[in-house]
């Protein structure tokens, strides 16, 4: 088993900037890949950016290009996700996820993970 905790949600203006957390225990975090997602109200939730076992790959979905970033730091079992330049549209509750893997492989699909966050709301006013 794995837990994982996110943290560093909140209200901020368009424009201003996050940066969410993702703690991990339970099992030996390099042996997994990680992922981030959201989930607005009414809507399902979509992938927002994915990471590798080592950081050597990522992904992100196209909205968020340039103005997010994942990273990871195995040492403290941690995964990030930095963002920039915030929307009223990236208003959502972020999860993050894990799933087993020591390859380059980055998984963008939510039903390829096995494990997940309680979420942290993130809410950008206009």
């Known amino acids: 088993q794995v837990q994982l905790v996110e943290s560093g949600g909140g209200l901020v203006q368009a424009g201003g900037s996050l940066r969410l957390s993702c703690a991990t225990s339970?099992?030996?975090?390099?042996?997994?890949?990680m992922g981030w997602f959201r989930q607005a109200p009414g809507k399902a939730r979509e992938f927002v950016a994915a990471i590798n076992w080592n950081g050597v790959s990522t992904a992100y979905t196209d909205s968020v290009k340039g103005r997010f970033t994942i990273s990871r730091d195995n040492a403290k079992n941690t995964v990030y996700l930095q963002m920039n330049s915030l929307k009223p549209e990236d208003t959502a509750v972020y999860y993050c996820?894990?799933?087993?893997?020591?390859?380059?492989?980055?998984?963008?699909?939510?039903?390829?993970?096995?494990?997940w966050g309680q979420g942290t709301q993130v809410t950008v006013s206009s």
């Open positions: 339970g099992r030996t975090f390099s042996n997994y890949g």
């Open positions: 996820a894990a799933r087993a893997a020591i390859h380059t492989t980055v998984f963008t699909t939510r039903f390829l993970y096995d494990y």
